[in-house]
């Protein structure tokens, strides 16, 4: 393997979709390069001038990470193959934009779930953004949960089993461990 192909080995958070709102025009965009940061509701993704919806993200300083699940994939990929400059992408691929008091972006209906975030940080020299969560809305009522995550060469896998291991992690570790 080429070390220009190593990033495909250590895959990113689960692939999401950002929305934005310039004032005028609500817009969303596909991010696959995710984070959490700690544990409290800080997260990161990558994006930078490139992308449409950039340069509403750092004026408003507010967004919503929208949280697909797998059924969802092929709109996904279409957010993410079109500028939000000459398209409308909540029409073309049939996403349903909701207001929230939050922040003025709107979440997107279909999602599994929608967190309203506030940038508290952008790291330009790496094309880094920092959000922190400010609302969060889950769809209990959706049968599709399955996230899932871009490989980085045009492929994804969607989550699998889940592990309990909740008891094990409470467990103390002897002294000096």
Not at 56 to 62: F, P, Q, S, V
Request: with cysteine; glycine share 8%; charged share 25%.
């Amino acid at each position: 393997m080429r070390i220009s192909r190593a990033f495909t080995l250590i895959e990113p958070g689960a692939v999401v979709m950002v929305t934005t709102s310039d004032g005028r025009r609500d817009n969303v965009m596909t991010i696959s390069w995710t984070m959490v940061l700690d544990f409290t509701p800080k997260f990161a993704i990558a994006t930078g001038p490139w992308n449409h919806s950039y340069g509403a993200l750092a004026k408003t300083r507010e967004c919503v990470i929208a949280i697909p699940a797998v059924d969802l994939l092929d709109k996904v990929v279409g957010v993410g193959s079109c500028s939000g400059a000459d398209t409308d992408k909540f029409e073309k691929f049939g996403l349903t934009a909701v207001r929230v008091r939050a922040v003025r972006p709107p979440l997107i209906k279909e999602c599994l779930a929608n967190i309203a975030c506030k940038v508290i940080d952008i790291i330009e020299k790496h094309n880094i953004v920092v959000l922190e969560g400010v609302a969060a809305y889950f769809d209990s009522a959706r049968k599709e949960r399955q996230t899932f995550h871009a490989v980085g060469d045009g492929t994804f896998v969607a989550d699998g089993r889940k592990f309990d291991r909740r008891e094990m992690m409470r467990a103390k570790l002897p002294a000096g461990v």
